[in-house]
């Protein structure tokens, strides 16, 4: 197996770790504690084409793989989640379902406008009682001939206060339960459109999270995305890949506790020595350098079978379960390393931990993914003999 990065990964990984030390580190202690969004660093971001990464050239994008995508994410979340989370719900969740389920007009309206930067979008699928039961949404978009009137209330969405475009699951037929869902595309300035407060977070504070309520908002049929009744299926298979975004975020919440621990260890002195030279503080080292390569091998894995045309529901599944798992236990430990520092913000670890939380918890929660992947070992789809011929096919 072949583990180098080409030339292409190499620079947009530098790229984004520049940006990330240069532009995002200074000011995001401050942008955290007031839950201040950062609107200047997401120009900043939508010039340098993080928002438009893995769409085609024709729309504006920078047609870029999934590893490409992924390399940016990890970088960017070392230093500032909420900005990665921004470009995470942009890249995988609105971009990737209007590119791949979309009509040629909604690319065409949309599409550009998205990549640029000019225009945020949201995913709203969660519901104050429909989050990891998506199928019990309470949305309505009652068929109206040639517009669907929409009602209901969605919450916990990322970029709900500063988006110009949702994508909104509601049902149209309650007896066909989830086969009666749509999904719909909802410009915010047509009316009806209400933007609650923005949530109060324990971490990725500086990224805008509202709740969002429909009143007889009139959607007309062209914005639909696929055939009557398809937005649950489109939610899944959008989600399949955004985990693969929410997993590299968590990996990059987990390199950037690790890189602030090894360079702290290395500096504190206690007995007469740095503390990186203590046995107990070289193995916590030693154990996170460990998990966060698994844990990166995993995530890589499900970009390069996303890019390769492989079904990736399973392994995007694995790595946001164990990049979140492994974020969230390193980044507790590097608040250990750092001892009273740690516990302070402006040593900036204490910040990555309350940021490693939710990786555990948005699109799908631990469970959902052990539930996923449960079900995939127990119909016997991991690690078949065709899995190499497979590869071969694809490549």
Not at 218 to 240: C, H, Q, S, W, Y
Request: aromatic fraction near 8%; proline fraction near 2%.
């Amino acid at each position: 197996m072949f583990f180098e990065l080409n030339e292409e990964h190499l620079a947009v990984q530098q790229a984004a770790r520049d940006f990330a030390q240069i532009e995002l580190k200074p000011g995001v202690i401050e942008r955290d504690a007031k839950m201040q969004y950062p609107t200047e660093q997401v120009r900043k971001m939508a010039e340098l084409g993080f928002f438009g990464m893995m769409l085609p050239e024709a729309y504006g994008g920078g047609g870029m793989d999934t590893l490409s995508y992924v390399l940016a994410m990890e970088e960017i979340s070392k230093v500032d989640s909420s900005c990665s989370v921004i470009m995470s719900v942009q890249n995988s969740l609105v971009n990737w379902g209007i590119e791949k389920f979309g009509t040629e007009a909604q690319k065409a309206k949309y599409l550009p406008k998205l990549a640029s930067g000019e225009w945020i979008g949201s995913f709203c699928l969660s519901e104050p009682e429909a989050g990891s039961d998506a199928t019990s949404q309470r949305t309505t978009a009652v068929d109206m001939g040639d517009y669907y009137l929409l009602n209901g209330t969605k919450n916990w969405i990322t970029n709900g206060g500063t988006s110009k475009l949702h994508i909104v699951m509601a049902q149209t037929d309650p007896g066909k339960g989830h086969r009666g869902i749509n999904a719909l595309l909802v410009e915010t300035d047509w009316e009806g459109v209400v933007i609650g407060a923005k949530e109060d977070k324990l971490g990725i504070r500086s990224s805008d999270t509202h709740t969002i309520m429909y009143n007889d908002v009139k959607v007309p049929k062209e914005n639909r995305i696929g055939e009557d009744g398809f937005g649950f299926k489109f939610a899944m298979k959008t989600l399949e890949g955004g985990r693969i975004g929410i997993a590299a975020q968590a990996l990059g919440i987990a390199g950037g506790a690790y890189e602030l621990s090894v360079a702290y260890a290395k500096e504190r002195q206690a007995f007469g020595k740095p503390i990186s030279q203590h046995q107990a503080i070289a193995f916590k080292l030693a154990d996170m350098a460990t998990e966060i390569e698994a844990a990166k091998l995993l995530v890589y894995r499900s970009a390069w079978m996303k890019d390769h045309g492989m079904d990736y529901a399973t392994a995007s599944s694995m790595a946001k379960l164990y990049a979140s798992e492994v974020a969230m236990r390193h980044t507790v430990e590097a608040v250990q390393i750092h001892g009273g520092y740690g516990f302070v913000k402006e040593y900036h670890v204490e910040r990555l931990m309350r940021d490693a939380k939710i990786t555990q918890i948005y699109e799908g929660t631990s469970e959902v993914q052990r539930i996923v992947i449960s079900r995939a070992v127990l119909e016997g789809q991991l690690y078949q003999p065709m899995l190499s011929e497979q590869v071969l096919q694809k490549v």
